[in-house]
């Protein structure tokens, strides 16, 4: 009995050791998908706990319905601790990394292990929860004698460490929301579970502390909430035996148990609420239209968490009726395992709590596809948590069987352990499986190019493709891309940016007509993006440049100005747009005007990289304006 808690711990840290392992080429991986967003963009503009709660409203493409303050202050340590190390690196002493003056690239480099670290680390801690609950879950639902069999705990541990679906969100640096909702729910089950088996308040609330944490990590921890509920039925507390309780007291029970947890979906939605506002809730009518695309989208989890190859970068097309069956046979299922647990005698925990962490995590994306609140509906990454609830029910039922093989072969103790065994020889497959996708993840370029040939004509991929091949300097490769993600499948909005990045790829190149057509198409789609209003006034601007005929080029560059004034009106802090702006403003004769937008974007920035050469034209433009007013004036 004394050794059973150190054998089952020492299991667990062999199972998160297997883990890391197996995902340690994810710590050399670099930036893919919208990681360069997070990391330039966003996180700048995040200072501390109060900004993760109350996210500023300036915040770059932060999407509205997602609230996760715990994931940005997780992202806000990994910076803080890559600055201390980029700094304390001197400069050389990277090979790989030689030109590198500002320190930019090391910094850049030393946040890329950071983040790939504590992905990576997180995932190894799930696998040793999901090691420690199954082993609980055995020993609450069969309170055995002696020490506790260890390996169907080890094995859904593996199966969860290994599992290729995992990838996603391990290797890419922004897929962290999915990390820490899962090991945050895990941890939360672990201490509910306990906490009713022994009795007291401390363990319940310890479980509605780290129930919240998981909330704030991730909406889907929402749909998680059903995963404790046959724990709360189920489970044996201290002093008294369920199945000789009344209803009635066994119902209160169930209710005091949950409080924590409700008490920590209250706190959620209030600091949601205080931070992001109301949010729109769909008509029943629209709900219940879509209802058999929200089945279709659970029976396709289930289908990629028992076959998940080929990887599926990018989902197309999920809505067929054997997905939709297959989707209702799982909250069937679900439901049955809730009822046999909700009896009196509460058999059935393991079965109930594993239905339960695979369909619970699922549920706020089937209401975002019954809802239309979102494009992205299906993904390998929403599978993360719901892994857990498979490897716990599959090590639990080659248990039973081995069990069942053990009672009608008494003579043959070696065929009690064939179950496991079949399921244990996974493990190797899925080890090799996942190793490949962590090289696919790990490479913006190859990744791209895979979800490119699975989903053609779609614009998603080919966008991101192209970018690949902009970082990479490979131009006409770029601009391929992204000619086949202007006319591919998607959303005006995503439209407008393949036209956008279609338009500065031909910038670059000088082909200026061409600019102007695919940015004068961008800002039809999406007249704010001050970025894409600021290129294509550059473009005409380079165009009345190499322009002959001065009448023609002076109507190029009136033709710009409205286009860096939009610029300005989406973004006043555009300091760069600001000095061409003035700069333009002066070359058709409104001196006065050009000197005062300069004057501007010098107070705004004056440590601009292109500060001087403003304050040299500002300098000309006052010594050749008489009207000017004088510098001192113009400072007030």
Known sequence: MNRAPGALLAVALGVALLAAVAYRGALGAGWVWDDRLVVSQQLPRFHGVRDAFFPPRDVPRLVPQYYRPVVILSWLADDARARSRAAAVRPGAMERLPADPGGELRLDAARQRAFHATNVALHAASAALVTLLAAALAGWAAAPRGVRPLAPAALAGALFALHPLAVEPVTWAAGRSDLLAGFFVLAALLAF?????????????????????????????????????????????AGCDPAGVARARRALGTARALAPLAGALVAYALLRGLAAGPQSVPALTQAAGRLGDALAALGWAVERALWPVPMQVFVVEVFT?????????????????????????????????????????????????????????????????????????????????????????PGVPWIAALPAAAVALLLLPAWWATASRVATWSDEERLWTLAEAQAPGVMLPSLNLGLAFDRAGRAEDAIAAYRRAAGGKGSDRGRALACSHLGAALLAQDRLAEAVAALTESVALDPRAARTQYNLAHALVRQAEQEGEPAVSDNLLQAALPHFEAALESDPGYTLARFHYGDILARLGQADAGIAALEQGLARDPGHAQA???????????????????PAAAGR
Do not use: C, H, N
């Open 612 to 630: 001087g050469q403003a304050r040299r034209l500002l300098e000309r433009l006052r010594a050749e304006s008489p009207s000017a007013p004088p």
């Open 193 to 237: 579970g306990r906490g009713v088996a022994r009795g007291g308040a401390a363990a319940p609330a310890a479980a509605g502390l780290l129930y919240l944490a998981a909330l704030l990590s991730k909406e889907s921890a929402v749909g998680a909430f059903s995963a404790f509920v046959p724990l709360a039925l189920a489970v044996p507390r």
């Open 321 to 409: 009726p054997a997905r939709a069956a297959l989707g209702a046979a799982l909250v069937g299922a679900a439901l049955a395992a809730m009822a046999r647990v909700s009896r009196p005698g509460g058999r059935g925990l393991v079965a109930a709590v594993a239905a339960w962490l695979f369909l619970g995590p699922l549920l706020p994306t089937l209401a975002a596809v019954v809802g239309e609140l979102t494009p992205v509906v299906t993904a390998e990454r929403y599978l993360y948590l719901p892994l857990a609830g498979l490897a716990i029910g599959a090590s639990a039922a080659a248990a039973w069987l081995g069990d069942r093989f053990a009672r009608r072969t």
